[in-house]
């Protein structure tokens, strides 16, 4: 089982800007579709951004040309650029894979975004 370790996050003021960093351990993380989720208070878990094997990537309508997610196979890591945040950007920031055998792994610790107006 994969484990994952999220870090980077922290309080900023609207319009500034988190990268956010999730290690993953063992080299099959470099075979699976990643994605960066996120759940605010009271709400569930969404989806907003996502990255395939090869770098291809997609975003939810609410982050897109604000959020860039990239990964770095070597290292077992994806990223999540956020700029221009926003106060409904806060929530606690996770990674997974997003798709395949045994897709979701385990859930991290997550990351806190507070974004403050």
């Known amino acids: 089982q994969v484990q994952l370790v999220e870090s980077g996050g922290g309080l900023v003021q609207a319009g500034g800007s988190l990268r956010l960093s999730c290690a993953a351990s063992?080299?099959?993380?470099?075979?699976?579709?990643m994605g960066w989720y996120r759940q605010a208070p009271g709400k569930q878990r969404e989806l907003v951004a996502a990255?395939?094997?090869?770098?291809?990537?997609n975003y939810a309508d609410s982050v897109k040309g604000r959020f860039t997610v990239s990964r770095d196979n070597a290292k077992n890591t994806v990223y999540l650029q956020m700029n221009s945040l926003k106060p409904e950007d806060t929530a606690v920031y996770y990674c997974n894979s997003v798709r395949g055998p045994g897709a979701p792994w385990n859930w991290g610790q997550g990351t806190q975004v507070t974004v403050s107006s």
């Open positions: 990255i395939t094997s090869s770098g291809s990537t």
């Open positions: 063992g080299s099959i993380f470099r075979i699976y579709a």
